[in-house]
């Protein structure tokens, strides 16, 4: 039973590039979170999908920034035109439905770098 | 709440000897709190958890303790090994909300 996939591991785009992050949640999971992660520092939320619908864009950074989570395939989160500042490991995680007693399972992160 | 560009703090234990990390949260409302270990590299991995209306939940060589009066939520490593190093968050959640973590302690376990 494979866990929270994520690819690629590493990505690497020159500044102006689309960066497409991919993330297959655990089977029967509906539900995918996306969070950021700078060296030394905590996770911060991003955003939060069900199939085909975002739940909670909180943490979105209002431009250049996209998610989605169709009913077919992963999720996708996409930053347009990237900079060096979105440099970060960007981690899905996912759970099986709502309610207060369910952890999420991580993926392994995508690591971006902007040169 | 968040840590804003500031370094982790960090622990240094003895093998062997018994580890406690402190974390402070922020929502009053909170009612599901998580510990993950993060290892270098890799993503968070679930430890233990806790519900508010427990104050204490034991796992294998791992317990969490949780002292709602002043938000605060501990977890407990007894005799530490290597494989413990890491970096250790604790996470928050009220209701259907999104989890929400908190700064993270290095743990550094000294052979």
């Known amino acids: 039973n494979a866990g929270v996939m994520q690819n690629p591991r590493h990505l690497v785009r020159r500044r102006g590039q689309e960066a497409r992050l991919r993330c297959s949640p655990m089977k029967g999971h509906s539900h995918v979170y996306w969070y950021r992660q700078l060296p030394e520092e905590g996770l911060k939320f991003m955003v939060y999908?069900?199939?085909?619908?975002?739940?909670?864009e909180s943490g979105m950074p209002k431009e250049r920034f996209s998610a989605e989570f169709p009913k077919e395939g992963p999720s996708i989160l996409r930053i347009q035109q990237v900079v060096r500042g979105d440099s970060a490991a960007y981690f899905c995680?996912?759970?099986?439905?709502?309610?207060?007693?369910?952890?999420?399972?991580f993926g392994s992160g995508t690591r971006l770098t902007v040169v | 709440g968040e840590s804003v560009g500031l370094h982790l703090p960090t622990l240094s234990v003895q093998e062997g000897d018994n580890s406690i990390i402190n974390c402070a949260y922020s929502n009053s409302a909170s009612d599901y709190f998580i510990w993950y270990k993060q290892e270098s590299g890799k993503g968070p991995q679930f430890i233990i958890d806790i519900r508010s209306n427990m104050d204490k939940r034991q796992g294998q060589r791992v317990t969490v303790l949780l002292n709602k009066t002043v938000k605060h939520l501990s977890l407990q490593i007894a005799a530490t090994q290597p494989g413990d190093s890491a970096v250790y968050f604790c996470a928050e959640k009220f209701g259907n909300e999104k989890l929400t973590f908190g700064t993270g302690t290095r743990l550094t376990i000294i052979p």
């Open positions: 995680a996912s759970s099986p439905g709502q309610g207060n007693d369910y952890g999420y399972t």
């Open positions: 999908l069900q199939k085909e619908n975002i739940i909670d």
